[in-house]
């Protein structure tokens, strides 16, 4: 199993650009969250999937929208970049139907630079 | 809002050490996580505390949990070099749907 995967490592955006960051999981987790992390300020929780076609927001959602088409994939769209979203974005998943349901698997995460 | 807060911030022992870092939260909680991340990668698993349970251990790592001050702690034994990152702590809140709420992190550094 490849785990979660995330694509691209690493973004340079001009404020106003538009991009979409990828993930995808191969272990058939249901929940997938997408978080973003700023220095000093952990790791926030931007938006949140129980299944495909369910999606929720979390504590950071302006400014990112996402879809659940299939249980593989949970891409993040930026609408439009503002510096505010510079940051390292990670993709996670975990299953609730087996064993510690609650635990995360994360991805190595996108760094995104907005100028 | 940040629910776990983690003490201290920078934490730097020798190898061979223990090391204790403590999470505090404000609300009612399903469990608590502690997550290691290594300098530049995915935060990695590493153990779950209950809110009916007290204490936890896995291999080096002990973890406690004390509802009533809302309050936790993870010891690493014996610290390695390889020990050397930021670890986390995260909360699920009652309630929540599997979502997590992370605090600010511990950055551990071991000395060889």
């Known amino acids: 199993n490849a785990g979660v995967t995330q694509t691209p490592k690493f973004q340079v955006l001009k404020t106003g650009q538009s991009m979409t960051l990828q993930c995808a999981q191969d272990m058939n987790h249901e929940y997938m969250s997408w978080y973003r992390q700023d220095p000093g300020m952990g790791l926030r929780l931007i938006h949140y999937?129980?299944?495909?076609?369910?999606?929720d927001q979390g504590e950071v959602p302006n400014g990112y929208n996402v879809s659940r088409s299939t249980t593989e994939d949970f891409p993040l769209r930026l609408l439009s970049a503002a510096p505010s979203q510079t940051s390292v974005y990670f993709c996670a998943s975990s299953d609730p139907g087996t064993g510690i349901k609650e635990t995360q698997y994360f991805g190595p995460g996108t760094r995104l630079l907005v100028l | 809002s940040q629910q776990g807060e983690e003490d201290p911030q920078a934490l730097s022992i020798q190898e061979g050490e223990n090391a204790t870092m403590n999470c505090s939260y404000k609300t009612s909680i399903n469990n608590l996580q502690w997550y290691r991340q290594n300098s530049g990668r995915g935060l990695v698993h590493l153990i779950l505390i209950r809110s009916n349970e007290r204490e936890k251990h896995s291999g080096r790592l002990r973890v406690t949990l004390d509802t009533s001050k809302k309050s936790s702690s993870l010891l690493i034994t014996a610290s390695r070099a390889a020990d050397t990152a930021s670890y986390f702590c995260?909360?699920?809140?009652?309630?929540?749907?599997?979502?997590?709420?992370f605090g600010k992190g511990t950055l551990l550094t071991v000395n060889p």
């Open positions: 995260a909360t699920e809140e009652g309630g929540s749907n599997y979502k997590l709420t």
């Open positions: 999937s129980v299944g495909a076609g369910i999606t």
